[in-house]
């Protein structure tokens, strides 16, 4: 694809790279719609991407997790309406309550084993996980 020469390497990279698998994963892999409530867990540039693309499909109830509270704190501007940090011993009970026993969508963008966990966890029986994250 040609791009204007214009804009920015780094810019450019994270479109080639973060933006098209966060917003990929959750419009073209799990094909989330109007309502969908949805959950990202790793809010990087994967999963920054994962949320505003699931905020663009409509999703209704979106939750955020990282293990970083300041993450926690800016992505409520981008639409989040929930956040939890993965380092809370108790998460994947306070996800399950607030969501009425787990996600039918989850997204793991972190790239590690403890979110890919955290992720099947509060996914509900019959739900989807998609894990784009490569540990
Ligand atoms: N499938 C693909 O095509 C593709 C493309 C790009 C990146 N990736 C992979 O996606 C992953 C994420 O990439 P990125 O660039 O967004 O990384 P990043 O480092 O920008 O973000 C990772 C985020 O995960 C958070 N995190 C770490 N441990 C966590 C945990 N236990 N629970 C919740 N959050 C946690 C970090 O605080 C950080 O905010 C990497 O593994 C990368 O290799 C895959």
Redesign the pocket.
């Known amino acids: 694809m040609k791009v204007d020469k214009e804009i920015p390497f780094e810019k450019l990279a994270l479109f080639g ?2 933006v098209i ?1 966060g917003v990929g994963a959750v419009v073209n892999t799990a094909k989330i719609r109007l309502g969908h409530t949805v959950a990202v ?7 920054l991407s994962a949320l505003i693309g699931a905020v663009t499909a409509g999703a209704g109830e979106i939750i955020a ?4 509270d300041n ?1 926690l704190e800016q992505v409520i501007e981008l639409g989040a309406t929930h956040t939890f940090n ?1 380092n809370d011993c108790n998460v994947v009970g306070k996800i399950r309550e607030v969501t009425g026993g787990g996600l039918v969508y989850t997204f793991e ?4 084993v ?2 890919m966990e ?1 992720a099947y966890a509060i996914t509900k029986r019959g739900g989807t996980t998609v894990t ?4």
């Open positions: 790279c973060a698998t867990v790793g809010l990087g540039g994967v999963g997790i990282d293990i970083n993450k993965s963008t972190a790239g590690i403890p979110a955290l784009t994250g490569l540990p």
